[in-house]
Nanobody, 125 residues
Framework: QVQLVESGGGLVQAGDSLRLSCAASGLTFNGFVMGWFRQAPGKERTFVAAVSWLNSITYYADSVKGRFTISRDNAKNAVYLQMDSLKSDDTAVYYC??????????????????WGQGTQVTVSS
């Protein structure tokens, strides 16, 4: 049984930092692109960042480029999202997701096979 469990969300002020973690179990971690998505109330789920399993190549949405950093630790079956210079627009539920993909990445939620339950990030201005 595949499980993705996010942690690290919370309430912070604009300009602060947070680090989200996602622990994966029940899958062969190598071979999966790991992604972070977010969903604000009343809005669609959107791509935030992804990291490939080979060489840990990273990809970012334009809205977070330069502020967020995604990384993975294949030995620990974990993926992280370091979020700096947070803005009120970053407020959302953040989801970890896994996509079995050899090359590249996808920014489409429909391409990801497994999802975590989400963790709330609230940024007050």
């Amino acid at each position: 049984q595949v499980q993705l469990v996010e942690s690290g969300g919370g309430l912070v002020q604009a300009g602060d930092s947070l680090r989200l973690s996602c622990a994966a179990s029940g899958l062969t971690f190598n071979g999966f692109v790991m992604g972070w998505f977010r969903q604000a109330p009343g809005k669609e789920r959107t791509f935030v960042a992804a990291v490939s399993w080979l060489n840990s190549i990273t990809y970012y949405a334009d809205s977070v480029k330069g502020r967020f950093t995604i990384s993975r630790d294949n030995a620990k079956n974990a993926v992280y999202l370091q979020m700096d210079s947070l803005k009120s627009d970053d407020t959302a539920v953040y989801y970890c997701a896994a996509d079995l993909r050899f090359r590249g990445y996808s920014s489409s939620p429909g391409e990801y096979e497994y999802w975590g339950q989400g963790t709330q990030v609230t940024v007050s201005s």
